[in-house]
């Protein structure tokens, strides 16, 4: 079967990230799908390696800029791993706190993403404005709503104040009242259950069997939590239920997701409540000793792990970061790909895209290529949403 | 006796001569191997103890050869490494034992030039279309010129 | 001022183009159309297509691979067209500079009209900038 290239470029108005998907089609369904994703390059690795520890921060920071909180206490952990020093008990419970206000702002923006890909535009306002009380108690506890490289070398940049405290914990009763309406809505609301069940199906042999991390394979009934097998910052101290669904589809991914929000609300006020005292961070030496240190860390996308190897000189010999996403592709491909009695469609493809949460979106072109035809085309992710709408897929 | 001492005495019970050397901290185990024992040990861990989950493979440009580290594992981060030849940067790929190692050998394959046999797709990840055969950025002579960003025609 | 310049000004079509960023940038356009921000009541609208719209906004360090697309997607905009320059990746390459694979900002590729700077950009400094740009399209300039 040959195939040739027709590049179009289009636009996706949520979330972008430059993906190209190479999707191989007989028909309307999906039989196979590769990835290309050089668009996103940039090259962090090796710049790494050109700054020191101390100036990689705001880099390692800016590798996503909505995970950023876990990129920033992955990268702090890693490196205060090569010093031999003991980092206060505050400062773990403050990286805590700010990594968990993280996780509730990515996952109510992935609710409103995930409502905008079904056509349903009024969860996805409600959603969004609901996330801004979040990052307004990002911007006064940490100075900045998003990127806000709290996490430093040594401990947290700032202390929070017992009024700040009491804000925050109002702000979690209004996040939490709002979560259980959205739980509410997702369960009862026929639409969403019409789109979002049985599509996007990812088995839990196929979970194990790619690798795959996070949400995705805790919706496919895999107990698998960094936080809880791998324990880092204070998790081991504060209690939480590992959110799994058995329904190993879209539909389940957007029940763990709302559930785990009620999760880091609790998590959240049982720190507050516990907040040790004592200093909230330590000066360390520029210099870390020589040695290797691996760090994992959950995102909101999955697990996230950085590596290094230090030689003793100021900056890394070798950094190396996996991002969650890169884990998942496996598990999208199996997501796409029709087999058996369980069949993919056009229309299909960008919930199910969407449905892993992932860091690399958008102006996402859909490569096809139809391998009974011999032919190939590029739609846009807003094209395929309009015409499922209108029932005008075959081409 | 800690859990990971104990995984490694396993290994070495099985392997024996194999295993080189093993350092061992909180939840995390690293053990150098020979190049011919990288597949066997990793084929051992997840057939013979069920650890299905691969976090991702490391690959380091060292003094002597390139190091490629496997690391498996859900609670407990076990990490096999090798090193293989700079002049001759050949290795099995492990995509027959775990599906998901596929990307991180592409990547690997695109920044250091290493190749993994047996690969099922061994083609361009993340290097642009146009970036030159044969140069590997991640490679320590690859030096990015400082204030001189990529122009038209210029490499 | 002429007529059409004056509807141009009112309601500006508005079209997102990531090359490469963090996505931080991204989700604070996303986040003026939103209630708290509310861009829609300048009159503008968040097209899907380049060919609708009077200006671009660009986010993200320009990958190599991302170069022709956005050269493509420039040149798609019918005139008179506005490019601007969205976060500090967008107007020097921000914290990538010196990267093998970026180039230094947005204006190596296409032409620039208005830079906004931060990183990420406050959705008050997009709206901010937007104005000011409506302002200088409103005087022909």
């Known amino acids: 079967m040959s195939t040739f290239d027709i590049p179009i470029g289009p636009q996706h108005p949520a979330l972008p990230e430059p993906l190209l998907l190479k999707l191989e089609v007989e028909g309307e369904t999906v039989v196979g799908v590769d990835f290309d994703v050089s668009y996103m390059h940039r090259g962090i690795e090796k710049l790494l390696e050109t700054k020191t520890y101390f100036q990689g921060l705001p880099l390692v920071e800016r590798i996503c800029g909505i995970c ?30 700010i990594e968990e206000l993280s996780r509730i702002h990515s996952h109510l923006l992935w609710l409103g993403v995930a409502a905008f890909e079904i056509g349903f535009n009024t ?26 490289e709290y996490s430093q070398i040594g401990g947290v940049r700032r202390d929070i104040s017992q009024e700040l405290a009491g804000k925050l ?5 209004i996040v939490e009242e709002r979560t259980k309406y959205y739980i509410k809505v997702a369960l009862t609301e026929r639409t969403i259950a019409k789109r979002t069940q049985g599509i996007g199906y990812l088995s839990t042999a196929d979970a194990k069997s790619t690798c795959s991390v996070g949400p995705i394979v805790r919706s496919s009934g ?3 939590d960094v936080r809880a097998s791998d324990p880092y910052t204070a998790h081991d101290e504060v ?22 929000l009620l999760e880091c609300v609790n998590m959240i006020r049982y720190a507050i409540k516990h907040l040790p005292q004592g200093p909230f961070r330590i000066k360390l030496p520029w210099k870390p000793n020589a040695g290797e240190a691996l760090t994992r860390v959950e995102a909101p996308r999955g697990e996230l792990l950085h590596y290094t190897l230090s030689d003793g000189n100021l900056k890394p ?7 969650p996403t890169l884990a998942n592709l496996g598990a999208l491909r199996a997501m796409l790909t029709s087999k058996g009695r369980y069949v993919v469609n056009i229309g299909d493809v960008p919930i199910t895209y969407g449905s892993i949460d992932p860091c690399i979106c958008c102006t996402a072109r859909v490569h096809f290529i ?5 032919r190939s085309w590029i739609w846009t992710l807003d094209e395929i949403r309009e015409r499922s709408k209108r029932g005008r897929l075959l081409r | 006796m800690s859990s990971e001492e104990e995984i490694f005495n396993e290994l070495k019970g099985v392997f024996g001569e194999k295993l080189i050397d093993h350092k061992v901290q909180k939840r995390r185990v690293y053990i150098r191997v020979f190049n011919d024992a990288y597949k066997d040990v990793i084929r051992y861990l997840v057939n013979n103890k069920g650890i299905y989950h691969l976090e991702t493979i490391t690959a380091t440009e060292l003094k002597d050869g390139i190091e490629i580290m496997a690391h498996l594992g859900m609670d407990t981060s076990i990490s096999i490494r090798t090193t293989i030849s700079k002049e001759e940067p ?7 034992i775990i599906v998901g190692a596929e990307f991180y050998e592409r990547e690997i394959h695109d920044l250091l030039g290493v190749t993994f046999e047996g690969h099922p797709n061994p083609i361009r990840f993340v290097l642009p279309d146009d970036w030159p055969e044969g140069v590997h950025p991640l490679k320590k002579s690859f030096e990015t010129k400082h204030n001189a960003p990529l122009r038209e025609g210029v490499e | 001022m002429g007529i059409v310049n004056w509807c141009r000004k009112k309601s500006p079509w508005v079209t997102h183009f990531c090359t490469g960023s963090c996505n931080a940038c991204d989700i604070e356009i996303l986040a003026c159309l939103t209630p708290r921000y509310d861009i829609e009541r300048f009159g503008v609208v968040l097209k899907g297509s380049a060919r609708h719209s009077d200006i671009l906004l660009v986010t993200g360090p320009v990958t190599r691979q991302v170069r022709d697309r956005l050269i493509r997607v420039y040149e798609q905009m019918p005139e008179p067209k506005y490019v601007v320059a969205v976060g500090t990746c967008a107007t020097s390459s921000g914290v990538y500079r010196n990267s093998y694979n970026v180039y230094p900002g947005v204006d190596s590729v296409i032409p620039v009209s208005a830079y906004i700077s931060g990183c990420p950009v406050k959705p008050e400094n997009i709206l901010n900038g937007l104005s000011f740009l409506l302002k200088k399209i409103g005087e022909n300039k």
């Open chain 1, 123 to 148: 969860m996805f306002m409600y959603t969004w404005r609901d996330r801004e009380h979040v990052m307004d108690m990002l911007e006064s506890i940490t100075g900045n709503r998003i990127t806000t």
């Open chain 1, 239 to 260: 209690p939480f239920n590992v959110i799994t669904s058995d329904s190993c589809d879209v539909f389940g991914r957007v029940v763990v997701r709302a559930q785990e």
């Open chain 1, 222 to 224: 895999v107990k698998f």
């Open chain 1, 169 to 173: 914990l109002k702000t979690m009763d």
């Open chain 1, 68 to 97: 950023n909180a876990a990129h920033g206490v992955c990268y702090t952990l890693n490196v205060e791993k090569l010093y031999d020093k003991e980092i206060p008990l505050r400062a773990q419970y403050l990286r805590l706190i």
């Open chain 1, 317 to 323: 010999y070798r950094y190396k970061v996996r991002t």
């Open chain 1, 370 to 374: 139809d391998v009974t035809k011999g």
């Open chain 2, 90 to 96: 050949k290795i099995p790929s492990i995509c027959d």
